[in-house]
């Protein structure tokens, strides 16, 4: 075979391009991993997107291959194309549905390296999906993973092989995400008092983020610390239905809804305490907990998926049982009340993201699986490691 001496084409392969957290990681991974040896082009199922403007921005080439319904295998026909276009040397897919598609594609194509992401370890992992993904796992050159108690469920409960997978930890710019001061554009547009404390959460507005047992612990808060404010960041299908609780429950002059929000780090400066209230049908590895964490922001977190490899409990702050309303407001309160310990907590988050959670290990650990894989199949030399290729 000959030895490429060009820049290794990568066709990344995701549902969309909205906001969400894999999306987002794929996203941090494209526009910083070394243009001098890959080339990164991205296909999308859906049109336009919230992270689309900003690959554009870097002239990243996207191709959009739309789905006239949920298995429409054509969309397999129409990837293979774009892989031979575009001399695809490695194929990495991310989410359930770019992962059976794009795979499918790859091994009929022939591209010569395969990498699938698994984000999650819960809900829309059933049924014939399951069965596929187990076969499919055979032909895909490695799975990476995003948490160690992923690995083991993928494997226990997926019968994934071991020897497919590899754990990559999800990583935060930290020159991005620091501790900053409130940020007074943001207070004024929410209305937030200097005096008022913060306590928020961002995640997409869908049931199994858990909303409404946010806001039913805010109310349990609301009656030992008054000057609150509840800050709800993201959009998503259930948002009048959040609303609507908020009404029932008498605190809607406390909730604050900000939508969606590209700048991130703007909005979590409000933050004094960011709280996950997720079920643990969706988390995997949440990219909110490990934001909040880099902001020197402790928090209150249902202990579902991984999330134990994220916090350490007592130390940067708290887990709390699923579903347990009143143990977030305990905990929410201990942490209002204590302004020693909200410092003490955010710096001990802020340091654990920068030894263990930092994107430049992210990315370097990823790079490397792409140029292992190019030098075992012979598509890459050695020599070439240590040189543009």
């Given at each position: 075979?000959?030895?490429?001496?060009?820049?290794?084409?990568?066709?990344?392969?995701?549902?969309?391009?909205?906001?969400?957290?894999?999306?987002?990681?794929?996203?941090?991974?494209?526009?910083?991993?070394?243009?001098?040896?890959?080339?990164?082009?991205?296909?999308?199922?859906?049109?336009?997107?919230?992270?689309?403007?900003?690959?554009?921005?870097?002239?990243?080439?996207?191709?959009?291959?739309?789905?006239?319904?949920?298995?429409?295998?054509?969309?397999?026909?129409?990837?293979?194309?774009?892989?031979?276009?575009?001399?695809?040397?490695?194929?990495?897919?991310?989410?359930?549905?770019?992962?059976?598609?794009?795979?499918?594609?790859?091994?009929?194509?022939?591209?010569?390296?395969?990498?699938?992401?698994?984000?999650s370890m819960g809900s829309g992992r059933q049924g014939i999906y399951t069965i596929i993904n187990r076969y499919l796992s055979y032909l895909t050159d490695k799975i990476i993973v995003v948490a160690k108690a992923q690995k083991l469920f993928l494997n226990k409960v997926e019968h994934i092989p071991n020897d497919k997978m590899q754990v990559i930890y999800n990583g935060v710019?930290?020159?991005?995400?620091?501790?900053?001061?409130?940020?007074?554009?943001?207070?004024?547009?929410?209305?937030?008092?200097?005096?008022?404390?913060?306590?928020?959460?961002?995640?997409?507005?869908?049931?199994?983020?858990?909303?409404?047992?946010?806001?039913?612990?805010?109310?349990?808060?609301?009656?030992?610390?008054?000057?609150v404010k509840f800050l709800i960041v993201g959009d998503g299908p259930e948002r009048e239905n959040i609303k609507k609780i908020a009404f029932e429950l008498n605190i809607s002059a406390n909730v604050i809804f900000a939508g969606n929000i590209i700048d991130v780090p703007q909005v979590l400066s409000l933050f004094d305490i960011s709280v996950l209230s997720s079920s643990s049908e969706v988390e995997t590895f949440p990219n909110a907990l490990l934001e909040s964490m880099a902001m020197g922001i402790p928090v209150v977190s249902t202990n579902v998926g991984a999330v134990d490899e994220i916090i350490i409990d007592g130390e940067v702050g708290f887990l709390i049982q699923p579903g347990n309303s009143e143990m977030l407001a305990e905990k929410v309160v201990v942490l209002l009340k204590d302004e020693q310990l909200r410092l003490k907590m955010g710096n001990a988050a802020r340091k654990r993201v920068v030894e263990f959670f930092n994107i430049d290990t992210m990315i370097k650990e990823r790079e490397t699986l792409y140029e292992t894989l190019l030098v075992r199949k012979n598509l890459i030399c050695h020599e070439q490691l240590k040189i543009q290729y």
């Open positions: 075979m000959q030895i490429s001496t060009k820049r290794v084409n990568v066709l990344f392969i995701v549902p969309s391009l909205q906001f969400g957290g894999a999306e987002k990681k794929i996203v941090d991974f494209i526009l910083r991993m070394d243009k001098t040896k890959f080339c990164p082009i991205v296909c999308k199922f859906v049109d336009n997107g919230d992270y689309e403007v900003m690959l554009k921005q870097s002239f990243i080439k996207i191709y959009t291959v739309r789905r006239r319904f949920k298995y429409d295998l054509s969309v397999v026909l129409k990837l293979i194309a774009i892989m031979k276009t575009e001399h695809i040397q490695i194929v990495q897919t991310t989410l359930v549905i770019a992962n059976l598609f794009g795979r499918i594609a790859a091994i009929l194509a022939h591209v010569p390296i395969i990498i699938a992401t698994e984000h710019d930290i020159n991005k995400f620091h501790p900053k001061p409130k940020d007074n554009e943001m207070k004024n547009r929410f209305a937030i008092r200097d005096t008022c404390k913060v306590v928020g959460i961002l995640a997409t507005l869908r049931p199994t983020k858990g909303h409404e047992l946010f806001l039913k612990a805010a109310r349990k808060i609301l009656r030992l610390v008054s000057d």
